[in-house]
């Protein structure tokens, strides 16, 4: 009981992700502004940012239905700390595992977005509602494709937990490989879900100012964007497990965390750099684009998985 | 044809795609535009009457005002009607300066532009990259000038500071820097893909419709009307430089920005041609202070477009009229044909491709009566008496205060 209350409260749970999300904000950050020729935020930034807001007035529309405009910030949070428990980190196990905690990870991952259209949609102001739709219609674009490469592996190992998963490639080190072009669906897929360029279109400032948080103000925006730096972390470690699941063989959990927190960064870097790469898509061309090319490439990748199950060794 | 299922959306008048206030009423049939309402008239400054309380050299200070970014190209409209009035004929040295400041203020200008375009359809680098450039042509303005926005070189009569020969190799220099990276844009504004995706086939305005809306400027040639004041009505010294005025077919955003990219290369040619032709001897002749009575037209090439001022004197030392028509007034009409149809997504964009200068279009204002069917309009006299009694009404009084300066002079 006490250690599932500290796997929750503390490591991997709250407190981890929160420290580590302001990281996480602060490294997209300075990378990008460094891309651009800029010399970016101080590394307390975030930190300073979100006690700011925190001490701002909290404003609730009049016209907004007060009580979901105020859970859905921390039903994001909750939703987007929540997959980190399912997630493998400092050992081949997570601290919960079941067979079938993949879907439940997607899932959670899902709600948070299902929150942003909730909070956005009962603000009752135009541009939270459009950017609410746009945000659930992007939604419809991605997911497909991200749901298909994550399981595609899941498929190969013949397993429905994170924690079977990773451990069948730790001791299969070479199948890794058959996973690379589902890897690179997903990161892009994943560009989408978290809404950075080329596909943040639902929070576009320049048409629709701030999109589905346009009305959240003071704390309730402070969670918002709390959670969705979470959101990036968890999202960010959901990959990790799936494609890149090294050294959770060895002995120290210190150094799998290390190992672990490196691939992160890597893989944040990485999604920094094309989201200072290219212009905002718009709505029609990013769908175009998911179900034009991601969505036969994550199928493809479950075919070729299909198959290889059949054919290598186990 | 409005569909009760359609939202309305106000862009504006604050809005952060909006610079500027200004009201655009969208309703958008799900993420289509299906009807723009615009509205001016949000930033109203008086300065047309302004300009005829003051004297002619004051004037020339209000008339830099009008604009952030074309200052030159308002003080030199105005300032060549009224030399036109005063039949005054200003040294060849005051005409190439005023043409090299010209020049400088378009490629800063059509930089400025490139980055907005690029902040409206979210690409952040482009703009961080172009406003890191634009500080090298700001630099060398301010290094001419000594400012980097109201430059205050023109006077009745030819220009206020002359060029060094140091100032010209900075010049130079600035020149070779700039064309490299103008050549970089280039390559980026053909082949990015993203980029191309958001800009060709959004805001299409046909060569007919730039004709009948009356479009000027970058909007009008990137729909291949060749139209440039520069080269039909050569004003200072326009004549006796070689450049081709850039068009393009696409007669999309596209096309809008190639324009103003092939007219910064343009420019940069006629940077180095000024500095090469450059003649000796004074910069400026005397002017009357009283401008004899007469009325003049004056037409001039801003990075936005056609300007035009209109000037009519009365013999005293103040202006009996100013009439000022920007730019942007002449390409406001043809924003609502090029948003008809097309996406909430590419809006910004849109209304950024004509490089809008609000504050510098909102110039008329006519205040009716509106009680009964009165015809009077208010006049000067009576818009201050108005002013002084709602402030008095909100417990205001300046009229002690008034009394005690007067005492005191």
């Known amino acids: 009981m006490l250690k599932a209350i500290f796997y929750i409260l503390v490591f991997p749970g709250f407190l981890f992700l929160f420290m580590f999300g302001f990281i996480a904000e602060y490294v997209d950050r300075k990378l990008c502004a460094r891309f651009q020729n800029r010399i970016g935020p101080p590394w307390f930034q975030p930190v300073a940012d979100f006690i700011k807001l925190i001490s701002k007035e909290k404003i609730i529309p009049q016209e907004a239905d007060a009580t979901i405009f105020i859970l859905m910030p921390l039903l994001a949070l909750a939703a987007s700390i929540a997959p980190i428990l399912y997630i493998p980190i400092w050992s081949e196990h997570a601290a919960f595992s079941f067979d079938g905690d993949i879907i439940v990870v997607l899932y959670l991952l899902t709600v948070t977005k299902l929150a942003y259209f909730l909070g956005g949609w009962y603000s009752r102001s135009v541009y939270s509602m459009i950017g609410a739709v746009r945000s659930l219609t992007q939604l419809f674009a991605y997911e497909v494709p991200l ?10 190992a013949d397993t429905w937990s994170l924690s079977g998963m990773v451990s069948f490639y730790n001791h299969h080190l070479g199948y890794w490989f058959c996973n690379i072009l589902g890897f690179a669906v997903a990161l892009v897929s994943l560009l989408g879900k978290l809404e950075k360029v080329p596909f943040d279109i639902p929070e576009a400032e320049t048409e629709i100012v701030a999109g589905a948080f346009t009305e959240y103000s003071g704390g309730l925006l402070a969670m918002l964007r709390m959670s969705l730096n979470i959101e990036m972390v968890t999202g960010v470690s959901l990959l990790v497990a799936v494609f890149l699941p090294f050294g959770l063989k060895l002995h120290s959990p210190a150094v799998i965390v290390l190992i672990y927190l490196a691939e992160v960064f890597l893989i944040i870097a990485v999604i920094t750099l094309l989201r200072s790469l290219f212009a905002r898509l718009r709505l029609d061309q990013m769908i175009n684009f998911c179900w034009k090319y991601l969505a036969p490439l994550a199928l493809a990748q479950v075919v070729v998985n299909l198959i290889l199950k059949g054919v290598l060794p186990r | 044809m409005h569909d009760p299922r359609d939202v309305q959306v106000p862009i504006g008048p604050q809005h952060p795609a909006l610079k500027e206030p200004e009201s655009f009423l969208i309703s958008l049939h799900g993420e289509k ?7 001016l008239g949000y930033n109203h400054r008086g300065i047309e009457k302004g300009c005829e309380e003051r004297s002619y050299i004051r004037d020339l200070y209000l008339v ?11 003080s030199t409209c105005f300032v060549q009607a009224v030399e036109e009035i005063a039949g005054l004929e200003i040294p060849p040295r005051a005409k190439y300066i005023r043409t090299l400041i010209s020049e400088l203020e378009r490629i800063h200008s059509h930089l400025l532009w ?8 979210g690409f952040d680098t482009l703009l961080m990259y172009t406003w890191r450039d634009r500080e090298v042509v700001m630099d060398v303005l301010a290094l001419i000038s000594g400012n980097r926005v109201n430059y205050s070189m023109n006077t009745i009569g030819g220009v206020r500071r002359d060029i060094t020969p140091k100032q010209k190799e900075e010049v130079l220099k600035a020149t070779g820097i700039l064309e490299e990276r103008t050549k970089y844009y280039i390559w980026l504004a053909q082949n990015e893909s993203t980029l191309l995706e958001r800009l060709s086939k959004v805001g299409t305005l046909s060569r007919d419709d730039a004709e009948r809306l009356g479009a000027v400027g970058p909007t009008a040639r990137a729909s291949g009307i060749a139209h440039d004041v520069r080269k039909d009505d050569p004003y200072a010294a326009y004549a006796e430089l070689d450049f081709k005025v850039i068009t393009a077919n696409q007669c999309d955003v596209y096309g809008r920005t190639l324009v103003r990219l092939g007219e910064l290369m343009e420019s940069y040619s006629m940077v180095r041609q000024i500095m090469q032709k450059l003649p000796d001897g004074p910069i400026s002749i005397k002017a009357p202070r009283k401008i004899p009575a007469g009325q003049a037209v004056s037409r001039y090439e801003a990075p936005r477009g056609e300007d035009f001022h209109y000037v009519r004197s009365n013999g005293t030392d103040k202006p009996d009229r100013v009439k000022v028509r920007a730019p942007t007034l002449a390409n406001i009409q043809a924003v609502a044909k090029m948003l008809e149809g097309g996406y909430l997504a590419d809006l910004p964009i849109v209304i950024a491709a004509i490089d809008p200068c609000f504050s510098c279009t909102d110039r008329l204002i006519s205040l009716r009566q509106t009680d ?22 909100k417990g205001i009084d300046f009229s002690s205060l008034n009394k005690k300066l007067a005492e005191s002079l």
């Open chain 2, 372 to 393: 009964a069917q009165s015809k009077n309009t208010a006049t000067w006299e009576s818009l201050r008496l108005k002013g002084i009694e709602w402030y008095k009404s």
């Open chain 2, 33 to 39: 535009i299906t009807d723009a309402t615009i509205k």
């Open chain 2, 114 to 121: 490139l980055g907005v375009a690029g902040h409206e359809v």
């Open chain 1, 147 to 156: 749901f298909l490469c994550i399981l595609a592996p899941a498929m190969l």
């Open chain 2, 64 to 74: 830099e005002r009008i604009c952030g970014i074309c200052s030159h190209s308002h």
